[in-house]
């Protein structure tokens, strides 16, 4: 019970297929985070839930209730958005009460009890009776929140709400926004372009490009298991190298890659693209190297150190080094990789299931 269940929805917008066939199950009290690139569909797909656009095709279930038929207002959501959309003639008091009158059927003394309890939590406790208009990026932010605290919402949804704040206030914020979906023990839809904040929050992450879904996963998973070539290229900064190559028995082969993989890929065309994180890259010697070739450039972090080289076929790897090598552009550089191998199909670009 609780869940919603977004089932095979499409929605073309402009002539543009904004929502491609899209279908994910919320649990109740899980955080669920959709993460794509500007443009991916994040946003339509929200406002598809909560009733401001109707899909082409597909259906959205509450409580295993169809709401996609329902004008937004009786969907019964809790939503927080970018502009958080404050009223700018009300008080914070007036905006974080406005959900709740105008719903109607709570008494006055309950709605005052709730909004001094929901800004209490959120530190706006002496800010009730101050206009919108003078508060902080992160003040506003909180008052959204805490207008969505306020109700007894079936489903709460979250659209790139920190985008507005600098970095350590997002960070504070994000605590709070758990804390509330924590309290509140519904499913949640939280919408961003930004993986850190996805895999800081997340119970499940879907990965969305040009309207699709590419993969549902736990972070974790979408590090160690990517389900093709575009998770691995979005998720992990750097990201994952992806080498063309030949299978050649146990070694994926291509000019200056000898890479030996722990499995026979099935791969009727014998070729496949070879997957490594650039923190699995250690120094070698060149005779016996799984990857060689000439040094771009190489840049120095806080911690460590990013290389970057072109295999003998202009494939461009990066390594990132724990100690740093005495290296420039233009050297010979040569590595091994220590760690899991992912094979990719060449032609459909999914991941090669293990054998
Ligand atoms: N009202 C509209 N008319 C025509 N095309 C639209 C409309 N709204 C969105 N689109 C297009 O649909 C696609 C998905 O847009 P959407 O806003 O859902 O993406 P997004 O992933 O939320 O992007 P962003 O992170 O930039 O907000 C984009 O190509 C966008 O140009």
């Known amino acids: 019970m609780g869940e919603l269940e977004v089932r095979g929805v499409s929605k073309r917008l402009?002539?543009?297929?904004?929502?491609?066939?899209?279908?994910?199950?919320?649990?109740?009290?899980?955080?669920?985070?959709?993460?794509?690139?500007?443009?991916?569909?994040?946003?339509?797909?929200?406002?598809?839930?909560?009733?401001?656009?109707?899909?082409?095709?597909?259906?959205?279930?509450?409580?295993?209730?169809?709401?996609?038929?329902?004008?937004?207002?009786?969907?019964?959501?809790g939503m927080v958005f970018q502009d958080y959309g404050l009223y700018p003639a009300m008080d914070v008091r007036g905006n974080i009460a406005y959900g709740l009158e105008s719903r109607g059927g709570l008494p006055k003394d309950e709605i005052q009890r709730r909004v001094v309890e929901a800004a209490g939590k959120l530190g706006l406790g002496e800010m009730l009776g101050r206009s919108t208009q003078d508060l902080s990026g992160g003040e506003q932010q909180r008052v959204a929140l805490a207008r969505a605290m306020v109700k007894d919402a079936d489903a709460y949804l979250f659209d790139e709400p920190?985008?507005?704040?600098?970095p350590k206030l997002r960070h504070h914020a994000r605590r709070d926004i758990v804390a509330v979906h924590r309290e509140k023990k519904r499913p949640s839809v939280y919408v961003t372009h930004d993986q850190s904040e996805a895999f800081a929050m997340a119970d499940l992450v879907a990965v969305m490009s040009h309207g699709r879904v590419q993969q549902v996963s736990t972070p974790d998973e979408l590090l160690s298991a990517p389900a093709n070539t575009f998770v691995a290229r979005f998720v992990g900064s750097p990201p994952m190298n992806l080498v063309p190559a030949a299978l050649d028995g146990g070694v994926a082969r291509a000019s200056g890659v000898e890479v030996p993989i722990e499995r026979v890929a099935r791969s009727g065309s014998g070729r496949v693209i070879v997957g490594f994180r650039p923190e699995s890259m250690r120094p070698a010697h060149t005779a016996s190297a799984a990857l060689s070739g000439t040094v771009v450039d190489v840049e120095e972090g806080f911690v460590e150190q990013i290389v970057r080289f072109t295999t003998g076929d202009g494939t461009e790897v990066t390594a990132v080094l724990e100690d740093?090598?005495?290296i420039g552009p233009g050297d010979p550089v040569a590595f091994d990789v220590d760690g899991h191998v992912h094979l990719f199909d060449p032609v459909t670009e999914q991941a090669i299931p293990r054998a």
């Open 162 to 166: 920190l985008s507005n704040l600098d």
């Open 14 to 77: 402009g002539g543009h297929q904004a929502v491609d066939d899209v279908s994910f199950t919320v649990a109740t009290g899980e955080l669920f985070v959709i993460l794509g690139t500007s443009g991916s569909g994040k946003s339509t797909l929200l406002r598809l839930i909560c009733g401001l656009e109707r899909p082409d095709a597909g259906q959205i279930l509450l409580d295993g209730r169809e709401i996609h038929t329902l004008p937004p207002r009786q969907r019964n959501l």
């Open 324 to 326: 740093d090598l005495p």
